[in-house]
């Protein structure tokens, strides 16, 4: 019996069944992206497959922009259960998804497809993943904080604050380098956000601003969470996020980022006082989501969480 790849490609998509012949444990569920080496979805989920008594494993699948559309199609055939996406792939699996659920569609991304007979089904799971991150890591709700997103220019960014805005959280302040990026979000959230219960204070609920300090300066007085989905702060010579001294004991901060477990901008909060988490638990929470909606049962998070702490 043979050991799965560490990648496969789309040619062995294309010829599956004699490809994974030899494997003890069939590959029937696979994460698809490019570049997707560095995925630590397997050693997440394998584990849970494992425990959850499930006869499946999960493999990486290499997937170029040019064979998406093509690799969707072949999913049934080979026996795939499911799927997780991830860069670049995430709004052109929405694109291609027989049905999509209301959060995937607000988002207008896909990161976690279900083969439902002929059709294939699209979740997103990084929006809710977030949500029970931020119970699990602050034992806060999002409904009663008041949020600063700095990356709303980005897929990440766009499922937190969908996420925060149809939980109808009590302020939302979108950041991005690109300006326009966030205002264009923020109408798109205008509607969500409205909240009759929820009376706009001085300052008003939902707002888009530069990634500048005088303009973060002036909205962090009213913040609780903080939230970077950039994808800065993986390299020790990336920028400061959040200026260190704009940073008060009273802020929570959440860094999508995990990788440093300790990320510059948690060691800036810490510092502060401030309360400071990494991503590790959104990708937990997304994958146990991904799990139960491929099974249909509760997915053995000790084990998923275990597996993920493992691969660091
Ligand atoms: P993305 O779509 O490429 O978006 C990147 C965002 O970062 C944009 O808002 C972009 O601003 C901003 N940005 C990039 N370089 C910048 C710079 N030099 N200065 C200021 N802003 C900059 O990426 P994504 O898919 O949203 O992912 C963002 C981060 O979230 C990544 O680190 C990713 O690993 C992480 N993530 C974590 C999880 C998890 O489970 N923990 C899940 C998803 C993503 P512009 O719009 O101006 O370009």
Known sequence: MAEPKNVYTFADLKDWASVTKKLETPARIAVFGDPVEHSRSPQMHNPALEAGGNDCQYVRLHIKEDELIEALGLLKDAGFLGINVTIPHKGGVFDQVEVATDVASRIGAVNTVVVEGDQLVGHNTDAPGLKRAIREQFSVDLTDLRIMIIGAGGGAGKAAAVQCAM??????????????????????????????????????????????????????????????????????????????????????????????????????????????????????????????????KEAPVDAMRKGLEDSL
Request: glycine share 4%; net charge negative; proline share 5%.
């Open 167 to 296: 939980d109808h959280c009590d302020r939302l302040v979108l950041v991005n380098r690109t300006l326009e990026k966030a205002e264009a979000l923020k109408e798109e959230l205008v509607e969500l956000m409205a909240d009759p219960d929820k009376l706009e204070g001085p300052a008003s609920r939902l707002v888009a601003i530069p990634w500048e300090e005088k303009a973060m300066e002036h909205e962090l007085e009213q913040i609780d969470l903080i939230i970077n989905a950039t994808s800065l702060g993986m390299k020790r010579t990336d920028p400061e996020i959040v200026p260190q001294r704009l940073i008060e004991p009273h802020h929570l901060v959440y860094d999508m980022v995990y990788s440093p477990s300790r990320t510059r901008l948690m060691v800036a909060a810490e510092a502060e006082g401030a309360k400071a988490a990494n991503g590790l638990s959104m990708l937990l929470w997304q994958g146990v989501l991904a799990y139960e909606f491929w099974f249909n």
